[in-house]
């Protein structure tokens, strides 16, 4: 199949601004849209950067997606603000609502911001490392369409309910823990489908309620939540942050943007941002984190490990060696891309 082929961020991200003004979204827009995707992929997040730009598109074109969509904020605290996205693209509505939160956090030292009728947003973790960029802790957390049942359930009510943490972290970089909730996802099934392997023991029950290996089997079935009763919760508390509290869809309704022709997908975001600097120093606090990262890289590494490393340590290499090298994509993918309208992804960058 032959080596990736390295694009350069700038070209990505011009591409993904022409593929979307073509279907009516604004420049300004779009860019906020394309900046977020890249920021996923430049993370090593290949399956929620461009990848998502297909199912994205689809929409806008059958108009299950408002590619000019009018924003309608509203506050009952001056640091909690509500964003009606009107079923416009997710990742315009997350970044708009995180920096809602960053702003009212610089103002009030916390910010919080809940988004009702939106849609799939791609990488929770970009959005929570705006706040990390600005001296905040950011905490994201976004429901999706029912494909995980709950624990003791055979039938689903919870999405892949993503949860992100960003921490600054000094002269390191950034903390980012950004995981789904279940314990695996309906594409890694369909890519173990496609292959003829069978996915591990505890991602998913078949039809018939017990648990399954068999790819075919699991997609008729339910995905499992991570750690059992634990992960169950953690899933049941994403979706009541971003969907109970916020008015989004909630409890199953929600609807993937991907597939459903029935009515607007109805995906709820939850942001908060709070400075570090509310508690301590900021130098202080510094320092004080610092001398955490240095204890745990300081600990013996288990069989099988090279390094003790944090969340969002792996990501943040790989973004430096993407940022000056570029973005690995297959040809496949971006015969894909140029095929939508991004033309201006080449030329490459020689590896």
Same mark, same amino acid.
């Given at each position: 199949?032959?080596?990736?082929?390295?694009?350069?961020?700038?070209?990505?991200?011009?591409?993904?601004?022409?593929?979307?003004?073509?279907?009516?979204?604004?420049?300004?827009?779009?860019?906020?849209?394309?900046?977020?995707?890249?920021?996923?992929?430049?993370?090593?997040?290949?399956?929620?950067?461009?990848?998502?730009?297909?199912?994205?598109?689809?929409?806008?074109?059958?108009?299950?997606?408002?590619?000019?969509?009018?924003?309608?904020?509203?506050?009952?605290?001056?640091?909690?603000?509500?964003?009606?996205?009107?079923?416009?693209?997710?990742?315009?509505?997350?970044?708009?609502?995180?920096?809602?939160?960053?702003?009212?956090?610089?103002?009030?030292?916390?910010?919080?911001?809940?988004?009702?009728?939106?849609?799939?947003?791609?990488?929770?973790?970009?959005?929570?490392?705006?706040?990390?960029?600005?001296?905040?802790?950011?905490?994201?957390?976004?429901?999706?369409?029912?494909?995980?049942?709950?624990?003791?359930?055979?039938?689903?009510?919870?999405?892949?309910?993503?949860? &992100? %943490?960003?921490? #600054?972290?000094? =002269?390191? +970089?950034?903390?980012?823990? *950004?995981? @789904?909730?279940?314990?695996?996802?309906?594409?890694?099934?369909?890519?173990?489908?496609?292959?003829?392997?069978?996915?591990?023991?505890?991602?998913?029950?078949?039809?018939?309620?017990?648990?399954?290996?068999?790819?075919?089997?699991?997609?008729?079935?339910?995905?499992?939540?991570?750690?059992?009763?634990?992960?169950?919760?953690?899933?049941?508390?994403?979706?009541?942050?971003?969907?109970?509290?916020?008015?989004?869809?909630?409890?199953?309704?929600?609807?993937?943007?991907?597939?459903?022709?029935?009515?607007?997908?109805?995906?709820?975001?939850?942001?908060?941002?709070?400075?570090?600097?509310?508690?301590?120093?900021?130098?202080?606090?510094?320092?004080?984190?610092?001398?955490?990262?240095?204890?745990?890289?300081?600990?013996?590494?288990?069989?099988?490990?090279? &390094? %003790?490393?944090? #969340?969002?340590? =792996?990501? +943040?290499?790989?973004?430096? *060696?993407? @940022?000056?090298?570029?973005?690995?994509?297959?040809?496949?993918?971006?015969?894909?891309?140029?095929?939508?309208?991004?033309?201006?992804?080449?030329?490459?960058?020689?590896?």
């Amino acid at each position: 199949m032959g080596e990736p082929t390295r694009i350069r961020a700038d070209l990505a991200r011009n591409a993904a601004i022409d593929i979307l003004v073509a279907r009516g979204v604004p420049a300004v827009d779009a860019s906020k849209v394309a900046d977020a995707l890249i920021a996923a992929d430049l993370r090593g997040i290949d399956t929620h950067g461009l990848a998502c730009l297909g199912d994205y598109v689809l929409a806008l074109e059958e108009g299950r997606i408002a590619a000019t969509p009018k924003f309608q904020v509203s506050q009952r605290f001056p640091w909690a603000t509500r964003l009606d996205a009107d079923n416009g693209l997710g990742p315009l509505a997350a970044s708009e609502a995180m920096a809602t939160a960053i702003a009212s956090a610089e103002t009030f030292g916390i910010g919080a911001a809940g988004v009702v009728r939106s849609n799939h947003f791609g990488a929770a973790g970009v959005y929570a490392a705006m706040a990390a960029e600005r001296g905040c802790i950011g905490i994201v957390a976004a429901n999706a369409s029912a494909v995980a049942a709950p624990h003791g359930a055979t039938r689903p009510l919870l999405g892949t309910n993503p949860l &992100a %943490v960003a921490v #600054p972290a000094g =002269r390191f +970089a950034p903390l980012v823990l *950004d995981m @789904a909730t279940s314990e695996g996802s309906r594409k890694k099934v369909r890519k173990a489908l496609e292959d003829g392997r069978e996915i591990p023991s505890g991602w998913a029950l078949g039809p018939d309620g017990r648990p399954t290996t068999d790819p075919a089997e699991a997609l008729k079935g339910v995905m499992l939540p991570f750690a059992g009763a634990k992960g169950s919760g953690l899933s049941l508390v994403v979706d009541i942050l971003s969907g109970v509290l916020t008015g989004a869809e909630f409890g199953g309704r929600v609807l993937s943007v991907m597939t459903n022709q029935d009515r607007e997908s109805g995906n709820g975001h939850f942001m908060l941002a709070f400075k570090v600097s509310a508690f301590i120093d900021e130098a202080e606090y510094s320092g004080r984190i610092e001398t955490e990262i240095e204890r745990l890289h300081a600990l013996p590494a288990a069989a099988g490990f090279d &390094a %003790v490393t944090y #969340p969002g340590e =792996r990501s +943040a290499r790989i973004r430096a *060696d993407r @940022a000056a090298f570029g973005i690995p994509m297959t040809e496949a993918r971006i015969a894909t891309l140029v095929a939508l309208g991004g033309g201006r992804l080449r030329p490459p960058v020689d590896a």
